[in-house]
């Protein structure tokens, strides 16, 4: 099964537009039907230890993901958004069958956000060099962190590192994430009782999001994104969806194209009959939302 692994979310499943158990963060991915989670964490958790793998990403994944201001104080051409989950974890396969969200990952810990401005490129691979970087005075950084699960036991474990929950990332807090990971691997897994792991991450499965975003035409993700590419090329000319699978076979490099997507994405998305031409500002309209 092809996935799109461990896309970062926030730890809320909730009741929206009339489906229960739906992951919020990806309201916008697909419909609800299509974003449940409903599989449920066995009694007798078992966790991975610590990873601290920096992930780089931009400044609205890390605001999506619950991170404040903090994080966006400065304005630069050379900045640098990365997170990192200081958390022990544990990945279970969802149940629901119509729904993208193939795996879950669930932890117990904490997510730093680090944000560097203006530092060279080549120092924003790790969080080591990030911090090296800003203690020679070759940029600016900063972090914050949000607690994922873990309760009071773990806070106060964390103290060094979370007494003011946001603060310039340098070699003094690599040095404090260094000695507050062993304690905090050993109480997570060894004694976490009374703990509630939170949702840290989903695996998504490229077929079933292929089989919604093309009216169920297809599950291939890379017949999807070409055969839409095409349609969207071909409505911007203003050729009708009949014309346009006519057309596939004009060119050796249109060949792959799928004609029931293209007719998928005339028919759902752009709302028109086989013959009909589409008009410019129907395509703007989709396109830039009428700007």
């Not at 950084?141 to 036991?153: C, D, E, M, R, S």
């Not at 919604?212 to 969806?241: E, P």
Request: charged share 20%; glycine share 6%.
């Amino acid at each position: 099964m092809p996935l799109i692994e461990e896309v970062p979310v926030m730890p809320y499943l909730a009741s929206f537009g009339g489906v229960n158990d739906v992951v919020l963060s990806l309201i916008s991915v697909a419909p609800t039907a299509n974003l449940r989670l409903t599989a449920k964490l066995p009694r007798d958790v078992k966790y991975k230890a610590l990873d601290l793998t920096l992930v780089n990403t931009n400044l609205s994944v890390l605001a999506s993901l619950g991170f404040g201001d903090t994080v966006s104080a400065k304005s630069s051409s050379k900045m640098f958004c990365s997170y990192m989950d200081l958390c022990v974890s544990t990945t279970i396969d969802n149940d629901d069958k119509d729904s993208i969200v193939a795996r879950a990952k669930f932890g117990l810990g904490f997510r730093l956000a680090i944000t560097a401005f203006d530092v060279d490129v080549k120092y924003s691979s790790s969080f080591a060099s990030i911090a090296a970087a800003a203690k020679l005075k070759m940029g600016y950084t900063n972090y914050q962190v949000v607690a994922i699960g873990g309760g009071l036991k773990a806070l106060e474990v964390a103290r060094p590192l979370i007494s003011n929950l946001t603060g310039d990332f340098t070699i003094e807090t690599v040095e404090t994430i260094g000695s507050v990971q062993s304690a905090l691997t050993e109480l997570y897994i060894k004694r976490n009782d009374g703990m509630t792991p939170e949702l840290l991450s989903v695996d998504l499965n490229l077929e079933k999001m292929a089989e919604v975003y093309s009216g169920g035409k297809t599950r291939n993700y890379r017949d999807l994104l070409q055969g839409q590419a095409y349609a969207l090329q071909r409505a911007q000319r203003q050729v009708s969806s009949e014309e346009a699978v006519k057309q596939i076979s004009t060119r050796p490099d249109w060949s792959g194209v799928s004609k029931e997507v293209v007719q998928d994405f005339y028919a759902r998305i752009l709302d028109l009959q086989p013959g009909q031409k589409p008009r410019s500002e129907q395509v703007k309209l989709m396109l830039f939302g009428g700007t």
